[in-house]
């Protein structure tokens, strides 16, 4: 079986860290569209890689329960006589999971996690909108076709469900979804 996959390519050379990805897209997902732009809502995040010396778009990209344990944190410039402030950041700066360890593509004020959709819309767009506004070139976008298994797509609300069953449990959330459910009906009728 053929599948259609879209890809978002990062060029660590061109990119200059001006964050116009991050701005564009939460601007692009708020409702209404472009009423208003939060870096922390965004699907893309830059990090910038000190030991390498280069700024990385990461996209956001799965929800897990659980923090990985491969955290390892990296020190630099720690010495006082450097002169420089230590900068210090984790090994997951440059992973696109939604995961308990901290508060990225997460949206702002529900935690609901936030995954890149390449900006699917309609009418649909002909690349994402940080492509389009990325300055430098250092994002650019590819669809091609590969083989792949039949897999069941797991849709973003049953991703937000599972979020939120994680955050209040079981109960309390049936209690919200009925009283949600009752008013809309009973306003209706």
């Keep these: 079986m053929k599948k259609r996959v879209k890809i978002l390519k990062v060029d660590l050379d061109k990119c200059v860290g001006c964050k116009a990805c991050e701005v564009i897209c939460s601007a692009f997902h708020a409702q209404p569209r472009y009423s208003w732009d939060t870096p922390d809502a965004s699907r893309i ?7 390498q010396g280069v700024f990385v778009p990461v996209k956001g990209s799965f929800y897990t329960k659980a923090e990985c344990p491969g955290r390892v944190l990296y020190i630099q410039n720690e010495l006082p006589q450097s002169g420089y402030r ?11 999971a939604a995961c308990p360890a901290r508060d990225l593509f997460k949206e702002p004020g529900t935690g609901l996690p936030l995954k890149c959709d390449m900006c699917e819309s309609d009418p649909p767009l002909e690349e994402p909108v940080c492509v389009t506004w990325c300055f430098v070139d250092a994002l650019t976008y ?5 083989e792949a298994e039949e ?6 609300l049953d991703v937000a469900i ?12 049936l ?3 009925s009283r949600l459910y009752l008013s809309k009906t009973q306003g209706e009728g």
């Design 45 to 51: 995040r830059v990090f910038r890689d000190e030991l």
């Design 86 to 96: 230590p900068e210090r950041w984790v090994i997951c700066s440059f992973c696109g």
């Design 142 to 146: 590819e669809e091609m076709e590969v």
């Design 151 to 156: 897999e069941e797509e797991i849709k973003e």
């Design 162 to 173: 599972e979020s939120l069953v994680d955050r209040y449990g079981w109960e309390p959330l």
């Design 175 to 177: 209690d919200a979804i």
